[in-house]
């Protein structure tokens, strides 16, 4: 790059996502289950008080605003490293400096690392001593589950905080605060914004605020003034915008869909579930939303009388996760087909439900002794176990026993029905009864 280049670079403004990131708690928009007045969180911020933390949840939340927030208030020398592009030595020279700074200055040291699941367990193990004594506190910042992506000696050091997308109100009031902000936004000029079309590009954006603000600048920029100098941003231009075609849908119109599918999973109509499936995605609907449904309906409306359709709609929420869309609708798809054309039981659902009414409303008694651990020493001396029957001992592998908490042995849950492979389960309780 020579130096004309550069001045030409230098020149151009940041992207409107950055130019409106938010500069105190005041203007951050979201998370109040964390950030909202009185919270823990906003607490030690405001107090500079934090002390080493996960924040956890998808793109453009407000995960690395919030830390800049943090950056900006805090005492403490604040150092910024991405798991991506930074090693082991990078980490030690962080460490380094941290150390000295603390002996000679008193200064504590705030470390943020972006992509923070990234990063191997050698490097983790490298920053655990210094979590430990103090050394540094830790911000990591990550769209993946810690649980599942991070070591366990990191998370165990750590507060988690799980942060939401955001909802369409929420992006939508960034959007209209970067059209109204003078100094950081399009304030200065003359813009006029459909209510649809603004409600198209928070919807579709699924609440990532960055991304709405790139086609929000991506129109205003490439949006030609008419006579009167005006900008006009219509439905047809947020569209092109957003880089999704935009299917008519209000939010009463939305849950109304939503209700058309989940009915006509529960009733075996596999077209229409599809029909209705190909509609809420086009319209910009979270497919893992979908996704969640057909787990429940293949819980609750299938159940025992096909245990496959589980299965299967399991199996669809992880090809989402894994592969995404639009190669995910087909996995998913498959799953519906299956929920439809299964035969239909509600019998867990009336099981769960019944237990749970029961351990809500009858007290905890005491385990029946022939029930109760044996696995410690001393058990016997107790009674632990007197009188059980081991089941593989007896023909069939099965043996009439009382199983049931203290008040509760003529209570019966699950009452298999006779569709699907619930038909064999009658048959074999039948069978158990009349072995007894």
């Known amino acids: 790059m020579d130096l004309f280049d550069m001045a030409a670079s ?3 403004p940041s992207p409107l996502a950055d130019r409106m990131r938010p500069r105190n708690l005041s203007e951050f928009i979201g998370q109040s289950h964390i950030v909202g007045p009185g919270k823990l969180l906003r607490r030690a911020i405001e107090a500079d008080r934090l002390t080493s933390s996960i924040f956890y949840g998808p793109p453009g939340c407000g995960k690395t605003t919030l830390a800049s927030i943090i950056a900006s208030r805090t005492s403490a020398c604040f150092v910024q490293l991405n798991a991506v592009t930074s090693g082991v030595a990078d980490v030690r020279d962080v460490l380094k400096q941290a150390e000295d700074r603390r002996r000679y200055s008193g200064q504590a040291t705030l470390l943020l690392l972006d992509e923070c699941h990234r990063w191997s367990k050698a490097q983790s193990d490298s920053i655990l001593p210094a979590i430990e004594k103090g050394i540094i506190r830790f911000i990591g910042s990550t769209t993946e589950n810690p649980m599942i992506a991070m070591t366990p000696a990191i998370v165990s050091r750590c507060r988690v905080f799980t942060f939401y997308p955001l909802s369409d109100a929420d992006v939508l009031q960034a959007m209209h605060a970067a059209l109204k902000d003078r100094e950081r936004g399009f304030g200065d000029m003359r813009i006029e914004a459909d209510a649809d079309a603004m409600a ?45 075609p935009m299917l008519a849908c209000d939010e009463s119109l939305y849950y109304d869909m939503l209700s058309a599918f989940c009915k006509s999973l529960r009733g075996s109509d596999s077209d229409a579930a599809l029909a209705w499936f190909a509609r809420l995605i086009y ?52 799953a519906i087909i299956a929920i439809c054309e299964s035969p239909k039981s509600d019998s867990v659902i009336k099981a769960v439900s019944a237990a749970f009414a029961d351990a809500e409303k009858e007290r905890i008694r005491s385990v029946p002794v022939h029930l109760r651990d044996t696995h410690y020493q001393g058990a016997s001396r107790m009674g632990s176990g007197d009188g059980y029957l081991y089941p593989h001992d007896f023909p069939g592998h099965y043996v009439k026993q009382e199983y049931m908490p203290e008040g509760l042995q003529d209570r019966h849950y699950y009452m298999p029905t006779e569709m699907g492979g619930e038909a064999e389960i009658r048959a074999r309780r039948k069978g158990r009864e009349k072995q007894a």
Do not use: F, W, Y
Not at 208 to 224: I, K, M
Not at 288 to 299: E, G, Q, T
Not at 324 to 329: L, S
């Open 10 to 12: 230098m020149s151009q």
């Open 200 to 244: 198209h590009v928070a919807r579709v954006a699924g609440g990532d605020v960055r991304s709405a603000l790139n086609a929000l600048e991506l129109a205003v920029l490439t949006t030609p003034a008419d006579a009167d100098g005006v900008i006009h941003l219509t439905l047809s231009v947020a569209e092109e915008s957003i880089q999704k």
């Open 283 to 334: 319209a910009g609907v979270d497919p893992r939303l979908l996704a969640r449904r057909m787990i429940v309906h293949a819980s609750e409306d299938v159940g025992m009388a096909n245990p496959q359709a589980l299965v299967m709609a399991v199996s669809a929420m992880e090809a989402l996760e894994h592969i995404g869309m639009p190669e995910a609708r087909i996995p998913m798809a498959e």
